[in-house]
């Protein structure tokens, strides 16, 4: 399987700081790596595919960049909404796994 | 949209069969499109994928559940379908189903049902 690492764990930051999420591949799984974001006793959602592309509806302030084993999420100006767990996920070879995921707390 | 609703017992004893339906509304499991996951999360950790199905034929599942899942679809009802047997008390988690892309990897997950958990224990 392949492992995915999730740094750091958790963060605290304040509204309107830019933050930055990494996760990295135990191996290379080019560009196949999605983001997802979960509020406490709710689902995950779905913010970025493929490594960079948007999706439909997600706030312009979340961006995706990376390839091969190291990617990241960056938020460019963090919104009370946007305290949360984010999740990365392998798409590149089965099974698919996710990450630990990193908690993003109010300072 | 689409939406996707899980439904089974809350409570399983252990060695029984766990049950869960997702209930696809707003589109159709027959989709050659998409395959139907299962997704759990055990209370206060990660993400874990099941498995997967295709309405196309194949189903798929992580390699250390194989031996004790049955995912299956039921065209008829707009619905798709888990089965764990043998459970114990580490099969208790929050289990989602999900929808995700046909393609060459295993694309992304969305939508999410809203989630059930499901406790084993006697």
């Known amino acids: 399987d392949i492992q995915m690492t999730q740094s750091p764990s958790s963060l605290s930051a304040s509204v309107g700081d830019r933050v930055t999420l990494t996760c990295r591949a135990s191996?290379?799984?080019?560009?196949?790596l999605n983001w997802y974001q979960q509020k406490p006793g709710t689902a995950p959602k779905l913010l970025i595919y493929?490594?960079?592309s948007l999706q439909s509806g997600v706030p312009s302030r979340f961006s995706g960049s990376g390839s091969g084993t190291h990617f990241t999420l960056t938020v460019s100006s963090l919104q009370p909404e946007d305290f949360a767990t984010y999740y990365c996920?392998?798409?590149?070879?089965?099974?698919?796994?996710f990450g630990q995921g990193t908690r993003v707390e109010i300072k | 949209q689409q939406q996707l609703q899980e439904s089974g017992p809350g409570l399983v004893e252990p060695s029984e069969t766990l049950s869960l339906t997702c209930t696809v509304s707003g589109g159709s499991v027959t989709s050659y499109s998409h395959y139907w996951a299962w997704i759990r999360q055990p209370p206060g950790k990660g993400l874990e994928w099941i498995g997967s199905i295709y309405y196309g034929g194949s189903t798929y599942s992580d390699p250390s559940l194989k031996s004790r899942v049955i995912i299956s679809v039921d065209a008829s009802k707009n619905q798709f379908s888990l089965k764990l047997n043998s459970v114990t008390a580490a099969d208790t988690a929050v289990y989602y189903c999900?929808?995700?892309?046909?393609?060459?990897?295993?694309?992304?997950?969305?939508?999410w049902g809203q989630g059930t958990l499901v406790t084993v224990s006697s």
């Open positions: 191996q290379s799984i080019n560009n196949f």
């Open positions: 999900a929808r995700h892309p046909y393609r060459s990897d295993w694309g992304w997950f969305d939508p």
């Open positions: 996920q392998q798409s590149y070879s089965t099974p698919p796994t």
């Open positions: 493929a490594a960079s």
